[in-house]
């Protein structure tokens, strides 16, 4: 399936997301790869896996830059050529890349009652404002990942610990946006961002 769905989130930043629908052979067709990424996904035991990296040099081919323009940090950040910023995530059958002028975060990830099991990991203040008896908790958990997941990638720092040091404020479903903050090393930082639910999966996304 072409683009699932494209959000102008600004006059600087667009989110894309794929649908991955394609055979690892249709997807890598028509791609030209660099020899490190052929390498890579060459490598990769899952198919799944495999069909979610070559997914998100599609989006790529959608905001206009091929696989040649995208390059890693020492700690696993992407970077295009051109300067502008990136951030990107597949989930099972759903990528998603964003662009944009200033620094980015995106995660993607489906909605999992295992979640629940893993919530003391990565949630703290938030306990006091979920219930673990609403029919929406794992929902709520998942936008609550989401969102510290983009904050985590956009600032690709080791030692950051979403429990610690990511907070994310109240918030409603049905709004699809909150705040989230950042408190590390004696800085805090706040983050508008932005969520949204389809086909039982989950995409948040920092708002530059």
């Not at 989130?9 to 997301?17: A, F, H, L």
Request: charged share 30%; aromatic share 14%.
């Amino acid at each position: 399936m072409p683009l699932y769905k494209s959000i102008s989130v600004n006059s600087q930043t667009t989110v894309k997301i794929w649908k991955i629908e394609e055979s690892y052979h249709d997807l890598m067709k028509p791609l030209d790869l660099k020899p490190n990424s052929l390498e890579r996904v060459l490598g990769m035991k899952s198919e799944l896996h495999q069909r979610g990296f070559l997914s998100v040099r599609h989006l790529l081919r959608e905001f206009g830059y091929t696989d040649q323009d995208l390059y890693y940090d020492e700690n696993g950040k992407p970077h295009l050529k051109d300067g502008k910023h990136i951030s990107i995530t597949h989930s099972f059958t759903f990528s998603g890349v964003i662009i944009s002028d200033k620094e980015v975060g995106i995660d993607i990830e489906k909605q999992r009652d295992k979640i629940s099991i893993i919530a003391h990991k990565f949630v703290d203040y938030e306990f006091d404002y979920l219930n673990k008896n609403s029919e929406d908790y794992i929902r709520r958990l998942t936008v609550i990942w989401c969102v510290k997941e983009s904050l985590y990638k956009l600032f690709a720092t080791p030692g950051m610990v979403f429990k610690d040091h990511f907070l994310v404020i109240p918030f409603m479903l049905k709004d699809g946006e909150t705040v989230a903050w950042i408190d590390y090393e004696d800085k805090k930082y706040r983050y508008n961002t932005a969520f949204l639910e389809f086909e039982g999966f989950t995409c948040a996304y920092v708002v530059p």
